[in-house]
């Protein structure tokens, strides 16, 4: 059932949400450190064991896969609930700091891209190599 | 007139989330047509519903004078709750299903020279801002700094340090000018940065931080790539929080004190 699916998806992200919470509380701060990033990598691991013994029937799929494939609209409107006329009446200063460190990050993009050494073929490439499944 | 616009948008509010899966739904259409017919598909459609999304969410805050966008609205609000962080975020972890685990780990260390870096080079630079505009204090240029890094470090930052309010709010919107500009710019540098790999999409995502700002900017560019930006960039505000009042803190002291 959907359900199955949908239910994994959301333990999942409250597992990450609960431990980046309990990480941020362990280093003093009070934010979430990386909750979403834990509750990924859970999501992976956990599928995974689950397809491979079995458990995984497409029903199940379909009810991650739905939250996948709405990801756009789900973007989409956040970006309609943002606070765009803060961020243009924040002032010269806010502007400018902000668009510049957008500027310098972009350019460090492929400078730090090419400090390691292994190749990366383009996402098209490494998706249809895929042969072993 | 005016009573039967109530009894409708009483309707429109009792429904919201179903109003925002209309609105937002018409409008990526609308968005794939424009792409489509008038760009030749040369801007993706999902850049121009990010674009209209953001147009909608400025007009939102100049009608109502509120802070979340379009959703301030009241038959509207559910657009806040489908752009929230509960949707988006399961909406993001989503993403990561079908992804296999090596290639997160074979990423991994990039993106983790990414993340502070990012996070270094945002107070730097937000802070010489600071400076440039007559700010000098070290908690002034930390907290500024801290909004160039995510209009969330900005703020704890600052309220960490005893920046007075008016730094603060300069800082959310330091922060808020980076995301609008990433969902925005993403898609149209993509390629002159060699955005198309599982590798350079964590590094994306580690250099920037700012999680909405990755999410539209990997969305609109490819959605393949979202997962990787967003696992890096999920780090980035927690890592800045925690740098931020204490070691830069302390160097910029040094620095200016």
Known sequence: MAIYGTALLSICLLTGLLLGKLLGIVIGIDANVGGVGIAM??????????????????????????????????????????????????????????????AISFALVPLISRLGSADFDPVEQTNSDGGEE | MMEIWESLESVLSKYSLVTAFSLVGIMVWVSYLISSRITKGRIHGSAIAILFGLLLAYAGGAITGGEKGIADIACLSGIGLMGGAMLRDLAIVATAFGVRL???????????????????????????????????????????????????????????????????????????VKSILVMIMTPFVAKSI????????????????????????????????????????????????????????????????
Request: charged share 5%; proline share 4%; with cysteine.
């Open chain 1, 41 to 102: 990598l859970m999501l992976i691991v956990v599928a995974e064991k689950l397809h491979q013994s079995g458990h995984m029937p497409q029903p199940s799929r379909n009810g991650i896969l739905f939250w996948s494939s709405i990801y756009i609209p789900i973007v989409v409107a956040m970006a309609a609930s943002q606070n765009v006329r803060a961020a243009i009446t924040g002032g010269p200063a806010a502007i400018i700091a902000g668009a510049l460190v957008v």
């Open chain 2, 194 to 257: 060699g955005l198309d790999n599982p590798r350079s999409a964590m590094i994306f995502g580690g250099l920037m931080g700012t999680t909405s700002g990755v999410a539209g900017g990997l969305a609109a560019t490819d959605e393949r790539l979202v997962p990787y930006g967003a696992m890096a960039a999920t780090f980035y505000t927690g890592l800045g929080c925690l740098l931020g009042p204490s070691v830069i803190f302390v160097v910029m002291n040094i620095i200016v004190g």
């Open chain 2, 102 to 176: 090596n290639e997160f780990t074979k990423t991994g260390l990039s993106g983790v020279v990414a993340l502070l870096a990012g996070v270094l080079l945002s107070f730097f630079v937000g802070a010489l801002v600071a400076y440039a505009f007559g700010y000098r204090d070290a908690v002034s240029m930390t907290t500024i700094g801290g909004g160039a890094a995510t209009y969330i470090v900005g703020p704890v930052t600052g309220s960490a340090l005893g920046a007075s309010s008016e730094i603060i709010a300069l800082s959310v919107a330091a922060g808020l």
